[in-house]
């Protein structure tokens, strides 16, 4: 039997740095969401330094939510860096159907090299050209309407796919795997899929297989989440338990608690 927990142990004993190109709603979300988990986070941007806080990164994170036309030059920027010095990174196509400035800057993304994609269902589709791409940045789609699409594009790109939601799917194009850890308070709670993002990240840093390091990233991020679930009173409560929780959540209790299928 896998043991998840193991996953958890080694990220916290390299606490990697994260480096995340992200949107002005998740920075200050992400960034206590990977001091709680044990990594450490860093939020920059700018084209003039990106390559520079690239190259010091054990993984990087890219996310164009709030992003213009000098924030996607960083952000290739970045990921050139990223390639060119071995440095795992995370692509979360936040609302991808939204724009065409998303759109095309999702698809040069794709052709370059992502270690992990990790989107809600509807974006999954959206990548594969289907569907209407849900609504903004929530998804409209169940996950196992995006599995199909989701083993497609880890075949097409070479990337692991995450597909989250009630029961999350992740793909390396062969293997796969269910996680059913998670609590319905999590979607209510602005940019959690976002921080995410960054916590696949800080597990795919350094990991030799990055497909099973992805499903304990979201099997240890749900289970936090059945923990802050269990006392909270609403979204409020709920993000503050839930931070006390990713840091309380230890790798005998993954091991325990992670709800992971073969898929
Ligand atoms: N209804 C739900 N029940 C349990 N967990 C959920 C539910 N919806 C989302 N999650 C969890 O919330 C986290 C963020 O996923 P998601 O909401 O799909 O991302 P995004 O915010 O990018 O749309 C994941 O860990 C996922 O498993
Ligand atoms: C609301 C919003 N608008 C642009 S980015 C963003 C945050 C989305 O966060 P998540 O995808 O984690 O729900
Ligand atoms: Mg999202």
Not at 228 to 237: F, I, N, Q, Y
Request: glycine share 12%; with cysteine.
């Amino acid at each position: 039997m896998t043991d998840w927990g193991s996953h958890l142990s080694t990220m916290r004993a390299q606490a990697p740095l994260v480096l995340n190109i992200t949107n002005f709603v998740a920075m200050n979300v992400m960034a206590n969401v990977l001091l709680a988990a044990g990594a450490s986070p860093a939020m920059a941007h700018a084209e003039e330094e990106i390559a520079e806080i690239t190259a010091l990164s054990g993984a990087l994170t890219i996310n164009f939510g709030t992003a213009d036309a000098a924030w996607m030059r960083g952000i290739f920027k970045a990921v050139e860096t990223a390639r060119d010095n071995a440095i795992p990174w995370v692509f979360d196509p936040v609302a991808v159907a939204v724009s065409r400035l998303r759109r095309d800057t999702a698809a040069r993304l794709l052709d370059m090299g992502p270690a992990v994609v990790r989107g809600n269902a509807s974006e999954i589709l959206a990548l594969a050209g289907r569907g209407v791409g849900g609504k903004g940045v929530d998804a409209t789609d169940g996950v196992a309407e995006a599995e199909a699409a989701a083993r497609a594009l880890a075949a097409q790109t070479g990337a692991v796919v995450a597909v989250t939601g009630p029961v999350d799917f992740v793909t390396d194009g062969t293997r796969g795997w269910h996680v059913s850890n998670g609590h319905p308070l999590m979607p209510l709670v602005t940019a959690l899929g976002c921080s995410l993002t960054g916590i696949v990240g800080a597990f795919v840093s350094g990991a030799d297989d990055r497909a099973a390091a992805t499903t304990a990233a979201l099997a240890y991020y749900g289970l936090a989440g059945e923990r802050a679930g269990d006392g909270a009173r609403g979204p409020g409560s709920f993000q503050v338990a839930f931070l006390d929780a990713l840091a309380a959540v230890t790798p005998d209790d993954l091991a325990a608690g992670a709800r992971v299928a073969a898929a």
